[in-house]
């Protein structure tokens, strides 16, 4: 079983819709989740970061968190051609080791 | 204020040649990470550097070496190179307890034929 498991995609949503991506992971342990941005042939973007059950927001993003279902989530409203990207989402248990699911490509047309 | 740096940016090597891969931040960070992305599978992590002095293997780490030299650069050595060593590798560090977001390098993107 991977440790972080993510829909590949790609998901194609309307400009100005809401794009969901989800995230699962298998280490109960797990206390720091985080979402990167990846455009192609560059290197990962930090946009969001979440330590806490619930959801946080900044600015068109909203990460949100599950403990109990091992569940994150990372909702993008009024999405833009240019947030088209492969969105990585990544764990970690103690600050040591990350683990990096494999990415959703999303694709926002205009 | 240059964040992550790595050199270099594209290898092209032979079966059996070794090299070095370059990496070095300038925030001050305790830990840095070495991670190699193929197509489809995400970063998948190598060697780790929790601080100066110490490394840790991660989840692919045959067929490399490190060696964190300061607290600013951490080095990896491919000794001798495989075919199934192409890929982009990337450099990150991490801040320091309260906060574990990772800030990545360009990458280094290296084939081996």
């Known amino acids: 079983q991977k440790e972080v498991e993510q829909n590949s995609g790609p998901l194609s949503v309307p400009e100005g819709a809401i794009a969901s991506l989800n995230c699962t992971y298998s280490?109960?342990?797990?206390?720091?989740f985080f979402w990167y941005r990846q455009y192609s042939g560059k290197s990962p973007e930090l946009i969001m970061s979440?330590?806490?059950?619930g959801d946080k927001e900044d600015g068109r993003f909203t990460a949100q968190l599950n403990k109990a279902s091992q569940y994150v989530s990372l909702l993008i409203r009024d999405s833009q051609p240019s947030d088209s990207a492969t969105y990585l989402c990544?764990?970690?248990?103690?600050?040591?080791?990350?683990?990096f699911g494999s990415g959703t490509k999303l694709n926002v047309k205009p | 204020n240059a964040g992550v740096t790595q050199t270099p940016k594209f290898q092209v090597l032979k079966t059996g040649q070794s090299m070095t891969l370059q990496c070095a931040q300038d925030?001050?960070?305790?830990?840095m990470y070495w991670y190699r992305q193929d197509p489809g599978m995400g970063l998948r992590l190598i060697y780790y550097?929790?601080?100066?002095?110490?490394?840790d293997k991660g989840e692919v780490p045959n067929g490399y070496n490190v060696s964190r030299l300061n607290k600013r650069e951490f080095s990896l050595r491919l000794e001798s190179a495989a075919p199934s060593q192409t890929s982009v590798y990337f450099c990150?560090?991490?801040?320091?307890?309260?906060?574990?977001?990772?800030?990545f390098g360009p990458g280094t993107r290296l084939t081996v034929t």
């Open positions: 990150a560090s991490r801040g320091d307890r309260g906060s574990y977001e990772q800030y």
């Open positions: 280490d109960r342990g797990s206390q720091s």
């Open positions: 979440i330590y806490s059950n």
């Open positions: 990544a764990v970690n248990r103690d600050g040591g080791k990350f683990y």
């Open positions: 925030m001050n960070h305790n830990s």
């Open positions: 550097s929790a601080s100066e002095g110490t490394t």
